[in-house]
């Protein structure tokens, strides 16, 4: 939000990180000699943006012990959460509670105590990440880094597309299960999309459940078949 010159600061510290980040990239940054004589100045830039990439904020937190429940929000660690306050998106944390919000590398920096550049290499350690973060990489390390990124950004894309499904899931399956519990219903009187609720609602629960717990090969079937699924899905939502 713009207000004359002054631009609104991000509640979730993306302005403090950005700094830290940029600090870590200059002010401390070491040169190397390369095999060839010339220096050379290791950019943190691409470590930074791997890293994001290849371990999600989710990721993170699992790995560190969080606890989550069945919709995919975890007990914020950085208040006395007794509900589960922090969900997760596109990579992402956010507590709604604390307003504390950021990636993996934030969530790891403020759980362990570290600054940006040490929750950088905790990561890498921890999930066996082999970068070169105090070196020059190699041809080879840049293809392969390169290659993970374009991996890592489609499986960000699928996940993303799964929460989102997952969430069209159940509240179509809500829709169904919601007019089973009622004692006077009349069902001569049910819409198009009422019928299909109560008919699909089961389905709709089992879609739901393979996507949030079921094995790959279940969920890349119901990727294939997103498009007939929406349907259904569709004409249970629609006005």
């Known amino acids: 939000m713009i207000q004359g010159k002054r631009i609104a600061r991000p509640a979730d510290g993306t302005a403090e990180r950005a700094a830290m980040e940029m600090t870590a990239c200059r002010a401390s940054i070491p040169i ?5 004589g010339k220096s050379y100045r290791q950019d943190y830039t691409n470590i930074f943006r791997e890293v994001r990439e290849r371990v999600s904020a989710q990721d993170a937190a699992r790995h560190y012990g969080l606890t989550f429940d069945r919709r995919g929000w975890a007990l914020c660690p950085f208040h006395h959460d007794k509900h589960p306050s922090m969900s997760f998106r596109k990579g992402r944390f956010r507590c709604w509670a604390c307003n504390i919000g950021g990636d993996s590398i934030d969530l790891t920096a403020r759980l362990l105590g570290l600054d940006a550049m040490g929750a950088v290499e905790r990561l890498n350690a921890d999930f066996v990440l082999d970068l070169p973060i105090h070196r020059k990489p190699t041809q080879a390390e840049a293809k392969a880094s390169r290659r993970r990124m374009e991996i890592a950004g489609a499986h960000n ?10 969430d069209r899931l159940n509240t179509a399956f809500r829709e169904g299960h919601l007019l089973l519990l ?9 819409t ?5 609720a109560i008919q699909m609602h089961e389905t709709f629960e089992y879609w739901s459940n393979a996507l949030m717990f079921g094995a790959p090969q279940e969920q890349a079937q119901i990727f294939r078949e997103r498009r007939g699924i929406t349907k259904w899905i569709d004409k249970v939502l629609r006005p």
């Open 32 to 36: 190397f000699k390369s095999s060839i």
């Open 157 to 166: 894309a699928f996940e993303e597309w799964r929460s989102e499904f997952i």
């Open 182 to 190: 009622e004692n006077d219903l009349d069902i001569d009187c049910l």
């Open 192 to 196: 198009e999309g009422q019928a299909i």
